[in-house]
């Protein structure tokens, strides 16, 4: 597959020049075009009709003035590859292909992926979007290339939304939210040219303020990695809501990393790599596309909130909970003026509840409203729900919103106005305050969801930029498994702790060996990857006698027998593992370990490269951390000795990128401080 230019991309969503094929749907697209004022030149192309709403039918690819910017191909499957072939031949900019009946159909069509080949090979270096795709809108330029309706609006900047799904698109299109929508596109099957490609071509236009993705599937990920990095260059945010969340991928039966590692913690601790922020629905992702942009991302995480209703007040303290944000006091210097115009009744806090004594007063709430603007908190917020404009007078809701956008500008704060119902919000109201550098929030949990991601792509933009992911793909075929007689030894060469040992193929055997040792010493049996579960190890054997007695006891489900000295008493188990994402590629898994691993769900997912601070960054944030840290007077635990074995695990996956499949440590004793940390089960599948 050749990729599209970005050149070719450039001159498709933004043309100066549209052809569009085919019948019913192309005639919409050229009055969708009309419809937004769009004054570059149409071209229709039918074999029959001579205009199509006033413009003038061409006959074929070759009696087109010249190759146009963007083409609209609306044809069946099989006459979509003959014209994206000529239009290619054209010098043409890009073609939307709206056909279905390619990959996405092969269970019923077992001719749809080589069509869907032959579709991209006629494109060449042309930029070809789809097949089975809707194609997008430009409200910038008025450019659609879209066959249905839409509910947008021309505007001369705003933000980006990409999806691989036409019907999402549509629905996203309909927001009544006061977001300003700049683009929606649609990617169809990404034959050629994916999301993050178009997204590339959108955020170089100056109109655009920030992205916003709908992600399937990441596809292309060394594109996403250059999205991301021109999004921080640019200083134009993205976000991302990636399905799936639902799916746990690579459930392998061997080990407990295979099962911790699910496929949305391995997209969201990519998404978090690169900077890209991450929302949960699609009401986060336009309520967050909306602070980002008014507001960019924010450099703090302190919010103030203000309602005049203590319920309001505590509905908002409630959303608070279990999200990165902080309500901080209101400081003492702000207390004076806000007694003076709120009065003595009112309980001076954050969130403040202002009561009704400054109702309708303009001047009053501006003052109060200034006054708490002036916390320096990265956003403040005013909790407002507009009245039916059916059956109510909003006058004096109106004059709150005057005042807060009068606080706003006195102060230079940011600020926003939430209803904690989205009806509250209408339309009218939300396009007025967003004009006036005021967001407009739409339920409390997404203003704050808003909130902690734009100060996460903050903090991720103020770290270094990213080292490029390993390669995800692979070679060799058949899987083969090492289990820890020899997975230890390949990762000790790698500088990984493991204890003294040695095999042994009979009780007898195993017997002699353990007193070579020193006592006690640990007995395991070979070939079992769990092997609690199985009843094949045994710890704390004092003598030789001992280590024949459980050895035969295991032998009926032992490949053999690992005779290894016992590990000291740690302050805390760890498991260090790794897994192959399809997507991805390798990622490592850092969490609590031992018997409880999943039971206790306290893991993060690193993707690799890692540096050492990546890795220390990473471990803090485990609940376990506070175990190594030295909880309640235990001693602490060799921090730096662990921080460096997930190191070389991390450096055996790079060495081994193109082989590993999944490796399993656990557990890994974190011993007292000083005292290292030593491996005492290891597991490898690795491509031979």
């Known amino acids: 597959m050749t990729p599209a230019s970005p050149a070719s991309l450039s001159r498709l969503i933004r043309p100066q020049s549209i ?28 074999p029959t009709r001579t205009e199509v709403h006033g413009y003038r039918c061409y006959r074929s690819v070759a009696e087109l003035p ?10 069946n499957r099989t006459l979509s590859v003959d014209i994206v072939r000529d239009l290619a031949a054209r010098g043409t900019g890009g073609a939307i292909c709206y056909a279905s009946g390619f990959s996405e159909a092969a269970a019923e069509l077992p001719d749809g992926p080589a069509l869907q080949a032959r579709l991209v090979e006629a494109a060449g270096d042309m ?38 799904s036409s ?26 040219t994916g999301l993050a490609a178009m997204a590339l071509a959108a955020i170089e236009d100056a109109r655009v303020t920030a992205v916003g993705l709908h992600i399937e599937g990441f596809g292309d990920l060394a594109m996403l990695e250059r999205l991301a990095s021109r999004a921080r260059q640019l200083g134009k945010p993205v976000v991302a809501l990636k399905v799936g969340r639902s799916v746990a991928a690579q459930r392998a039966a061997l080990s407990h990393t295979a099962s911790l590692a699910g496929n949305d913690r391995v997209s969201r601790a990519v998404l978090k790599r690169l900077g890209i922020g991450r929302v949960d629905t699609l009401p986060q992702l336009l309520e967050t596309l909306k602070l980002l942009h008014v507001c960019g991302p924010l450099a703090g995480k302190t919010v103030s909130s203000m309602s005049c209703s203590g319920g309001e007040a505590s509905l908002m303290a409630d959303a608070g909970v279990g999200r990165d944000v902080e309500f901080r006091d209101l400081m003492p210097a702000q207390l ?23 109702w309708g007063d303009r001047t009053k709430l501006t003052h109060a409203f200034s006054t708490v603007m002036q916390g320096d908190y990265a956003l403040n917020l005013l909790i407002l729900d507009f009245p039916r404009a059916d059956r109510c007078d909003p006058a004096d809701w109106v004059t709150t919103m005057h005042a807060v956008i009068d606080a706003r500008r006195a102060t230079g704060a940011n600020a926003g106005v939430v209803a904690t119902m989205g009806e509250n919000m209408p339309e009218t109201v939300a396009v007025a305050l967003i004009a006036a ?62 204890p003294e040992g040695k095999t042994a193929a009979s009780p007898d055997e195993a017997a002699r060996l353990a007193d070579r040792l020193d006592y006690p010493v640990a007995l395991k049996a070979l070939g079992i990857a769990h092997k609690t579960e199985a009843g094949a190890v045994r710890l704390n054997l004092a ?49 609590a370990g031992g ?94």
């Open 437 to 498: 550098g005021v967001v407009p929030f739409c339920g409390l949990d997404e203003a704050l969801a808003a909130v902690e991601v734009a100060h996460a792509i903050h903090e991720a933009w103020a770290r270094d930029e990213p080292a490029p992911l390993l390669d995800a793909r692979t070679t060799g075929t058949d899987i083969i498994t090492l289990y820890e007689d020899r997975a230890k030894p390949e990762l000790a060469r790698f500088g990984v702790t493991v």
């Open 19 to 46: 052809a569009v094929f085919g019948g019913k749907e192309a005639a919409r697209v050229v009055e969708q075009c009309r419809k937004a004022g769009y004054r570059g030149d149409i071209w229709p192309v039918h």
């Open 167 to 192: 019907n999402v698109a549509i629905s996203l299109s309909m927001q009544a939210r006061g977001l300003p929508l700049a683009y929606v596109m649609t990617a169809g099957n990404q034959a050629q």
């Open 336 to 358: 004076p003026p806000l007694r003076q115009v709120l009065g003595d009744m009112v309980t001076l806090s954050n969130p403040l509840d202002y009561h009704t004594f400054v």
């Open 66 to 75: 010249r190759g146009p910017d963007a083409a609209f191909v609306g044809v």
């Open 543 to 591: 003598s030789a006698h001992e280590v024949k007695v459980a050895a035969t006891a295991m032998a009926p489900v032992a490949k053999g027998f690992l005779v290894e000295t016992m590990a000291p008493r740690p302050v805390a188990e760890m498991i260090v593992g790794a897994i192959r994402d399809a997507a991805v590629g390798p990622v490592l898994t850092i969490g």
């Open 127 to 164: 930029a070809v979007v789809g097949p089975n795709c809707y194609g997008f809108i430009n409200m910038l330029d008025g450019a659609l290339l879209w066959p249905d309706q839409h509910g947008m609006v021309r505007t001369e900047r705003g933000v980006a939304i990409l999806t691989q």
């Open 595 to 688: 018997i409880f691993v999943e039971l206790l769900d306290d893991r993060v997912i690193l993707p690799l490269p890692a540096s050492t601070q990546n890795i220390r960054t990473a471990i803090a944030g485990l609940k376990v951390s506070a175990l190594i840290a030295g909880y309640r007077g235990a001693p602490a635990g060799d921090l730096d000795a662990f921080v460096q074995l997930v190191a070389s695990v991390a450096e055996y996956v790079a060495a081994n990128a193109a082989k590993v499949e999944e490796l399993d440590l656990n557990p890994v004793l974190v011993l007292p401080k000083g005292n290292g940390v030593i491996a005492v089960d290891a597991l490898i599948r690795t491509r031979s």
